[in-house]
Nanobody, 119 residues
Framework: QLQAFGGGLVQAGGCLRL?????????????MGWYRQAPGKQRELVAD???????NYADSVKGRFTISRDNAKNTMYLQMNSLKPNDTAVYYC???????????????WGHGTLVTVSS
């Protein structure tokens, strides 16, 4: 399973750090990513990172957010700086998981963590 942590209420210009941990009987985790869904909008990609460290950001967060991961811990992070009110959303983590060498990849989603940025 995936568990996301670190959401909360912050003022515009502030920062938050989200964490996502994959747990259970997992052989390996390939690509991981953060998505968000604001009220009344579709879920969108925020940033993703391959196991080898190749990174992709949405244009709206470039220069403000930093994604990273610890492969040994099957954990991913999102450092969010200079937050804006339109960053307010539920943030979800996603991972491509292998349960064994030949079982996968499976698409895992965390339950989401709410980030609220006040103006």
């Amino acid at each position: 399973q995936l568990q996301a942590f670190g959401g909360g209420l912050v003022q515009a210009g502030g920062c938050l750090r989200l964490s996502c941990a994959a747990s259970g009987s997992i052989f390996s985790v390939n690509g991981m990513g953060w998505y968000r869904q604001a009220p009344g909008k579709q879920r969108e990609l925020v940033a993703d990172i391959t196991r080898g460290g190749r990174i992709n950001y949405a244009d709206s967060v470039k220069g403000r957010f930093t994604i990273s991961r610890d492969n040994a811990k099957n954990t991913m992070y999102l450092q969010m700086n200079s937050l804006k009110p339109n960053d307010t959303a539920v943030y979800y983590c996603n991972a491509e998981v292998f349960l064994t060498l030949r079982s996968g990849p499976y698409d895992y989603w965390g339950h989401g963590t709410l980030v609220t940025v006040s103006s």
